[in-house]
């Protein structure tokens, strides 16, 4: 498949899934359309048609064929562009960012919505104990690296920093602070947004808690 | 890293994650040293020492340094002796083989485990009902091919086939047969029996069907 042809996101903004490919995107410079979607008033007939399995952003159109789910295309578009690298070269570097970014894929958001989606005291405070948990331990595997996989910003940095962008929203509703407990790690969020890259395409966290607290009255959680 | 180092995987006679592993080390003609795991009885310190995040098998040290994750382990091995290949080259073949990969991640093995771990009839059913689903999608995906990737065996059966060693477990106490759902489905599964570097390795299915009985006991699900 040529590596010239045309880039078609489907895109949520919201999305730190769909932020993930557009970051992968901007670092190696290649231009792409978006295409919003209403993720609420009714998802296009293109997503439906491509995801028919999920029926969930981001998949990117490259040359008209569609590529799913988001940490499979960062490693699609880092093996058709490849650089700068986004995943190390050798086999066994590559296995630990791989074994990162499958802790975080398992874990952080989901145990995030945990403190969002729900109203039980103890079964929300049971949840921030165990997000606090996962942080500590991502907070373990940066070490003093300045980022995950060293001196550059690579693969597990790209797919973790877009789900920051709703830890205010965590924060506001579960009632800590992350900086509190994984000061490393809140350094790390600071560095990676220092890159344009990274800047240009990061969900406001404030419009993200806005989202999910009309998402918590639309469904009643109050 | 030296390709020619020792290889010890860390293993679960039942396990299919194991069983996946030891299918790719097979294609690869590469000889290793198991050491079984007693799950129920104890961990092994080395296991609890190189995976103390999941605490799980399988667990497989190349020259002393371990690797995780059944799935990021075979593509390690497919890319440390690249001969026969097991993932496509082409990026984009690459990344839909990784999307049934994950989808198989996801749902077989979970779902599965929601047939024999229930004792309400009205869960169990929704269960069986969801898991032949899955195997529908998993039928169409395969087509008319003799593998998932086409001709050739590789990534997405090595990553399947393993799972089947349950469905006997799952037909008897879900009260179904698989064959009954999705015929070229099952033909794949005899055609994947067939290659000795399964055959070899695959756990019996009447000796799963067994354990999981045990386990249910153990458990108090009768």
């Known amino acids: 498949m040529s590596k010239d042809g045309k880039l078609l996101l489907l895109d949520f903004w919201a999305s730190p899934f769909c932020a993930r490919v557009k970051i992968a995107l901007e670092e190696k410079g290649q231009k792409y359309e978006q295409s919003e979607e209403n993720l609420f008033g009714g998802k296009s007939e293109l997503l439906l048609k491509s995801n028919p399995i999920h029926k969930k952003v981001p998949v990117i159109f490259h040359n008209g064929k569609p590529i799913l789910e988001s940490s499979i295309i960062v490693e699609y578009i880092d093996e058709t562009w490849p650089s700068p690298p986004l995943l190390p070269s050798c086999p066994y570097e590559k296995a630990q960012a791989k074994f990162w970014a499958d802790y975080i894929d398992k874990k952080v958001f989901e145990v995030g919505g945990n403190i969002w989606r729900n109203t039980s005291g103890e079964v929300q405070e049971e949840a921030v104990k165990e997000f606090i948990e996962i942080l500590k331990q991502l907070e373990e595997a940066l070490g003093d690296k300045d980022f995950f996989g060293g001196k550059a910003f690579g693969y ?54 806005e989202f999910v607290g009309n998402f918590r009255k639309m469904n009643g959680i109050e």
């Open 156 to 209: 597990v940095d790209i797919l973790a920093i877009p789900l920051t962008s709703w830890f205010l929203a965590f924060e506001k509703f579960g009632g800590f602070k992350v900086e509190d407990h994984v000061p490393k790690f809140s350094a790390w969020i600071k560095r990676c947004l220092q890159r344009e890259t990274v800047s240009k395409v990061y969900p406001d966290p404030e419009k993200v808690y």
